[in-house]
């Protein structure tokens, strides 16, 4: 008797400390402190992995990372965390029109150094479908002006092949 006793007290005390985490960690995303909310849910997941309430901690916490993402045009990791919550919930709309719309898109994140190629000049197929070239000078006036040194320079360097070419024509008549 004394032992089922204690296990009843015990198990209440454990689902007690339970509720006392989950209002934590809810507390926790609802403050935007997602890092935080995830080492507690890592912590608890130890315990107890399928646990269905964490799962549906976890799932917030990719919503709101990958809207985060979104926010900041960070797309690529965005679409990484709306796929993960859209595997678990589909029928949320947020989720769902996130992953649809980020699924038909190139994806690259804003602080991504891939973004942004380290030669200023496209071939000139690609000119125009690109707007590096035009976002990047309207935010960095530095930027601009190294760019159209360069510019000066190739364009002399350009002309002046053009004329050793042009008298080498020439003189081969």
């Keep these: 008797m004394k032992s ?31 890092k935080e909310a995830q080492r507690q849910i890592d912590i608890l997941k130890e315990k107890n992995p399928h646990d269905p309430t964490l799962e ?38 947020l989720v769902r029109t996130r992953y649809k719309e980020l699924s038909e898109r190139v994806l690259f994140d804003s602080n991504s150094e891939t973004k942004k190629p380290s030669f200023p000049f496209y071939p000139l197929g690609l000119q125009g479908s690109l707007n590096y070239e035009f976002s990047e000078k309207q935010n960095n006036k530095e930027t601009d002006a190294s760019w159209s040194k360069t510019e000066i320079i190739l364009s002399i360097i350009c002309i002046q092949n053009f004329l050793l070419l042009t008298l080498h024509f020439f003189r081969r008549k």
């Design 4 to 34: 089922i006793l204690l296990f009843l007290i015990s198990l209440s005390l454990f689902s007690q400390s339970n509720i006392e985490n989950f209002y934590f960690i809810k507390d926790l995303i609802d403050r935007s402190n997602l």
């Design 56 to 93: 549906l901690y976890q799932t917030e916490i990719w919503i709101n990372t990958g809207e985060q993402n979104y926010k900041n045009s960070n797309f690529k990791t965005a679409y990484e965390n709306f796929k993960k919550a859209y595997e678990v919930y589909p029928s949320n709309s």
